[in-house]
């Protein structure tokens, strides 16, 4: 069975500081990997996400994803981080193609506070 | 707009009675999703249709929660005979093809 791991609830970073939010996943087979970002009382947006190819991503707002596949890792980057990009952070991970469903499995989430 | 639309917003009902949601995806979008989503955890999967048809139900908790797309576009989640554990954010989601999918505002179900 699918299944995604984000191993820190929060992350505190200062401005300014490289910031990186940790996902590790189990898919039977290739895996399509997403993250997510969650403002108070909003749905969740897309910020990125990697079906194939470059092992690093990029994505919305400055930031960027690393696939790694002997870790089947996937963390989210970002170089320099802002006090807006404060929320909360999902990965989900999807596989259909052994499994023979197509929907997405997410974490528990993170929650990223960047400190001024 | 052009993303996916749910309604209520928020919708709030007594223990015992019976609820709809509605979510009307992007156009054009094949897969919608139903998730549920209590305060401070991830999402969890409820159902996946594709087209109009159920494609994987197995987040369904019980028998008291049922989904529909008849047409292949708007999806409305029944929940009967409510309990308060129900309580949660109810969001939908539509995707075209193996890509991202795109996730309504939700709608917060409170029971009382």
């Known amino acids: 069975a699918q299944s995604v791991a984000q191993p820190e609830d929060q992350v505190n970073v200062a401005e300014g500081n490289p910031l990186t939010v940790k996902c590790t996943y189990s898919?039977?087979?290739?895996?399509?990997l997403f993250w997510y970002v969650q403002y108070p009382n909003r749905g969740l947006q897309f910020l990125l996400k990697?079906?194939?190819?470059?092992?690093l991503v990029k994505g919305s707002y400055g930031f960027e994803a690393e696939f790694n596949k002997s870790q089947t890792s996937f963390h989210l980057k970002k170089p320099s981080a802002l006090v807006s990009d404060s929320a909360l952070y999902f990965c989900?991970?999807?596989?259909?193609?052994?499994?023979?469903?197509?929907?997405?499995?997410f974490g528990t989430g993170t929650r990223l506070k960047v400190l001024a | 707009g052009a993303g996916v639309s749910q309604t209520p917003s928020n919708k709030v009902t007594e223990k015992g009675k019976y609820v709809e949601l509605r979510c009307d995806p992007i156009?054009?979008?094949?897969?919608l999703y139903w998730y549920r989503q209590s305060l401070g955890q991830g999402p969890e999967f409820l159902i996946y249709?594709?087209?109009?048809?159920?494609?994987?139900d197995s987040g369904l908790p019980n028998d008291r929660f049922f989904a529909v797309r008849p047409e292949g576009s708007v999806s409305t989640l029944k929940i009967q005979r409510t309990e308060r554990g129900d309580s949660a954010v109810y969001l939908c989601a539509s995707s075209l093809g193996q890509g991202e999918a795109f996730f309504g505002q939700g709608t917060r179900l409170t029971v009382v």
């Open positions: 990697y079906i194939t190819g470059d092992n």
């Open positions: 989900a991970v999807r596989d259909g193609i052994t499994s023979g469903t197509y929907k997405y499995i």
């Open positions: 156009s054009g979008h094949t897969a």
């Open positions: 898919v039977s087979g290739n895996p399509y």
């Open positions: 249709f594709q087209g109009t048809g159920a494609a994987d």
